[in-house]
């Protein structure tokens, strides 16, 4: 909904690449825009060629907008154009092309899983929030070590995998740090991972994110599904741990003058809205 934003932020990430200014007026493919002159990136961890990389595109011709062997490279949000062999950002103009440090062209899937309990205070009683009255969400939060900026737990869904594991797997890795604990620990944990995860949950948004990383040719898709703990006893017992890409790891409140990641804070919103909770 809206324009991108944070996909059009001043600097690359990562880099020192200044993306070309693009106004809200000219975001839209569909508006011309002949002095558009954007630079190009691709981050040399990319170029590198590793597993989860496209190659270049000059020696590629991928199916697009198609499942590419186990690469699928269809986008949630309909149908995408390809000029001169490269993938346009659905959501318009982003001030730099090529890849960045996002390694498909067109479509870069990831899954968020957002874990929530009701806020309580010592007593045990359900927060109430003084301006809207009503009770506080919480959802499992990580600092991202890129940015330092709070965010959903989520990650890339590995070609041919399930949403369902990557959601479990992401969640594992980096908030709990599944990979670090000592194997009697492990074997409990993996229990309890299990349980939380072994229904549907409720998918609350399924298409493109307002990702920094985006370019004109590769942008962020995921699938977000929220995972509640309505009586607050199974995974509020779990022990949160930082791994992988997280730096820090905590419950943290759901509420609109937060600011998160992307546009996590879309994602959340609809989660308070669906469990009647503050936002
Ligand atoms: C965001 O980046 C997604 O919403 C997801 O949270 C995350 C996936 O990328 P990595 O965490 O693997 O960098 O666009
Ligand atoms: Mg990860
Ligand atoms: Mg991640």
């Known amino acids: 909904s809206g324009a991108h934003v944070k996909a059009r932020c001043p600097v690359y990430p990562g880099s020192q690449t200044r993306r070309f200014p693009v106004p809200d007026d000219k975001v839209s493919w569909e508006t011309e825009w002949p002095e558009y002159l954007p630079p190009s990136y691709t981050a040399p961890s990319v170029l590198a060629r590793p597993a989860w990389a496209d190659p270049d595109i000059s020696s590629f011709s991928p199916y ?147 990702d920094p990383r985006n370019t004109d040719n590769a942008w962020m898709e995921t699938v977000a599904v929220n995972f509640h703990d309505q009586s607050g006893d199974s995974v509020s017992e779990l022990p949160l741990q930082a791994g992988d890409d997280a730096g820090q790891v905590s419950w943290m409140d759901i509420d609109s003058t937060l600011s998160y990641y992307a546009n996590h804070s879309l994602f959340l919103e609809m989660v308070a809205k669906e469990r009647h909770a503050h936002w």
């Open 64 to 210: 697009f907008n198609a499942l590419d062997g186990t690469v699928d490279r269809t986008s949630h949000e309909g149908e995408y154009r390809v000029e001169d062999g490269k993938p346009l950002n659905p959501h318009g103009r982003t001030g730099l092309t090529e890849r960045g440090l996002l390694g498909r062209w067109g479509p870069n899937h990831a899954a968020d899983p957002i874990v929530t309990r009701w806020k309580r205070d010592g007593a045990g009683h359900s927060v109430i929030h003084s301006e809207s009255h009503l009770p506080v969400l919480q959802f499992v939060a990580i600092m991202r070590k890129d940015c330092g900026e709070w965010a959903i737990p989520g990650g890339m869904v590995d070609p041919g995998e399930r949403v369902s594991l990557t959601l479990q797997r992401e969640f594992s890795e980096e908030a709990l740090n599944l990979l670090a604990v000592n194997p009697e620990e492990r074997a409990w944990l993996r229990d309890r991972i299990a349980s939380l995860f072994a229904s549907p949950g409720f998918q609350v948004y399924e298409g493109y994110v307002d």
